[in-house]
T-cell receptor, first 116, second 112 residues
Framework: DAGVTQSPTHLIKTRGQQVTLRCSPKSGHDTVSWYQQALGQGPQFIFQYYEEEERQRGNFPDRFSGHQFPNYSSELNVNALLLGDSPLYLC???????????????FGPGTRLLVL | SQQGEEDPQALSIQEGENATMNCSYKTSINNLQWYRQNSGRGLVHLILIRSNEREKHSGRLRVTLDTSKKSSSLLITASRAADTASYFCATAATGTASKLTFGTGTRLQVTL
């Protein structure tokens, strides 16, 4: 049973460019969340997708956008990259639970972005 | 923004000793979870404790939750070198299903 996968594992971009990161959730999971983690800090919630719609959003500007596809995979897009956009980007998926919150999240290995 | 703080920020112990990490948070929660992260890679879920629970065990892990003090502790007994990692607590606030708010983490080093 494959876990959460993310691509690419590493990426180098220059300031002002746009980047797309990809995530495939664990088999059977329908909800995908994205987090940004700066060095030495805990992950910070960016947004969450369920049924192909953004359901919740953290305190991130509109430069950060996403998409979820019918197969539950997801993309994170960041426009107009800034030097501060260089942290680790983590994707997490959670299973469908009837009538309850999707409590436990399963994380992928992350994408390390370097903005020069 | 971070929900809370872990304490201590760093902990160094010898193999076989117990490790205790504490977490404080700010808002009402549905549940509190602990995750482990090795070398800046993906997080691994360790244990979840619900707001109406006070203590939970899983293998060598023991988690307590005190909602009146808005705090939790994670105890790892008989630590091993493989336990070396960063440990984060994460809370799911009431009414915000599955959005996790992480603390700042405790870096645990277990030496032989």
């Amino acid at each position: 049973d494959a876990g959460v996968t993310q691509s690419p594992t590493h990426l180098i971009k220059t300031r002002g460019q746009q980047v797309t990161l990809r995530c495939s959730p664990k088999s059977g999971h329908d909800t995908v969340s994205w987090y940004q983690q700066a060095l030495g800090q805990g992950p910070q919630f960016i947004f969450q997708y369920y049924e192909e719609e953004e359901r919740q959003r953290g305190n991130f500007p509109d430069r950060f956008s996403g998409h979820q596809f019918p197969n539950y995979s997801s993309e994170l897009n960041v426009n107009a990259l800034l030097l501060g956009d260089s942290p680790l980007y983590l994707c997490a998926s959670s299973p469908p639970l009837a009538g309850a919150s999707r409590e436990t999240q399963y994380f992928g290995p992350g994408t390390r972005l370097l903005v020069l | 923004s971070q929900q809370g703080e872990e304490d201590p920020q760093a902990l160094s112990i010898q193999e076989g000793e117990n490790a205790t990490m504490n977490c404080s948070y700010k808002t009402s929660i549905n549940n509190l979870q602990w995750y482990r992260q090795n070398s800046g890679r993906g997080l691994v879920h360790l244990i979840l404790i619900r707001s109406n629970e006070r203590e939970k065990h899983s293998g060598r892990l023991r988690v307590t939750l005190d909602t009146s003090k808005k705090s939790s502790s994670l105890l790892i007994t008989a630590s091993r070198a493989a336990d070396t990692a960063s440990y984060f607590c994460a809370t799911a606030a009431t009414g915000t299903a599955s959005k996790l708010t992480f603390g700042t983490g405790t870096r645990l080093q277990v030496t032989l």
